[in-house]
């Protein structure tokens, strides 16, 4: 009989959930080959936060935790020639040739 994992209130912890150092709980899961982690203080809160994640990589939508920030720090791609993205190349890096 193998022992199943238990946090630190001794609770038996569900498949693929862990509790870190901190008390949060974490739950990684592999879809289509990518990695996915969802973190929550309580077992509740993880398990919300697993459904919205679920429902937004079924539609396409999920981001991650950091996905908000890389869109404020990136600008819009667009479709760039090679013509265009070497005279951007020659602009930055080789300035004073």
């Known amino acids: 009989m193998t022992d199943k994992k238990r946090d630190s209130?001794?609770?038996?912890?569900?498949?693929?959930?862990?509790?870190?150092?901190?008390?949060?709980?974490m739950r990684r899961k592999s879809i289509d080959g990518k990695k996915y982690c969802v973190y929550g203080k309580t077992l509740g809160e993880m398990k919300q936060k697993r459904d919205i994640a679920l429902g937004e990589i079924?539609?396409?939508?999920?981001?991650?935790k950091h996905g908000k920030m890389r869109e404020e720090r990136e600008p819009a791609k667009k479709d760039v020639t090679l013509n265009e993205w070497f005279s951007q190349w020659e602009r930055?890096?080789?300035i004073g040739l």
């Open 9 to 25: 209130n001794g609770k038996i912890l569900p498949e693929n959930v862990t509790q870190r150092k901190d008390g949060t709980y």
């Open 58 to 64: 079924r539609k396409g939508e999920y981001k991650g």
């Open 92 to 94: 930055a890096y080789r």
